[in-house]
Antibody
């Protein structure tokens, strides 16, 4: 069974940093791209970042470029999202999402984690 | 970023109705368009990929069409379990973007 388990969320002040982790199991981890997708309360999903199977392609939504860094450790079956200079509008549930494809264009999300909540507030 | 404009934002329909949702991309995306259904408290679930292909196990009353910038998602005969929010999603060079969503309510 595919499992994606996020951790690292919490309450953080504006301007501070946080690192999210996503531990994956139940599939061949290095065969798939992984994404972070966030969803604010009552809003639709917003794609945040993607990383190909071998970290050869890394992408971000414009609003987090230069502040967030995605990485993966295929030996540990884990993906990370380092978030710096956090703002109130980064407040959301952050989901780790497995791509059906290995990389390239990406494709679609076929499995989601349960999410980890990030609240940016003073 | 490629912007996705989805309409309507909400609609109310009866069991047995035919329902259509549209999604327009700001740039030509070929057939790189997927459709998801989200129920309250759950993650989105893909129904249609590459504009018109069924994900395994998806009922045949769901369908998709289109290419380039204009796409359509149709439920041919609405069932009570079809309530929820529907999103389109494009993919391009490992970048995604989602439409704003269509909230489907049952009359």
């Amino acid at each position: 069974e595919v499992q994606l388990v996020e951790s690292g969320g919490g309450l953080v002040q504006p301007g501070k940093s946080l690192r999210l982790s996503c531990a994956a199991s139940g599939f061949t981890f290095d065969d798939h791209a992984i994404h972070w997708v966030r969803q604010a309360p009552g809003k639709g999903p917003e794609w945040v970042s993607g990383i190909s199977w071998n970290s050869g392609r890394i992408t971000y939504v414009d609003s987090v470029m230069g502040r967030f860094t995605i990485s993966r450790d295929n030996a540990k079956n884990t993906v990370y999202l380092q978030m710096k200079s956090l703002r109130a509008d980064d407040t959301a549930m952050y989901y780790c999402a497995k791509d059906r494809a290995a990389g390239g264009d990406g494709w679609y999300v076929d499995h989601w984690g349960r999410g980890t909540l990030v609240i940016v507030s003073s | 970023d490629i912007q996705m404009t989805q309409s309507p934002s909400s609609l109310s329909a009866s069991v047995g109705d035919r329902v259509t949702i549209t999604c327009q991309a700001s740039h030509d995306i070929g057939n790189h368009l997927n459709w998801y259904q989200q129920k309250p408290g759950k993650a989105p679930k893909v129904l249609i990929y590459d504009a018109s292909n069924f994900e395994a196990g998806v009922p045949s009353r769901f369908s998709g069409s289109g290419s380039g910038t204009d796409f359509t998602f149709t439920i041919s005969s609405l069932q009570p379990e079809d309530f929820g929010i529907y999103y389109c999603q494009q993919y391009d060079n490992l970048r995604f973007s989602f439409g704003q969503g269509t909230k489907l309510e049952l009359k």
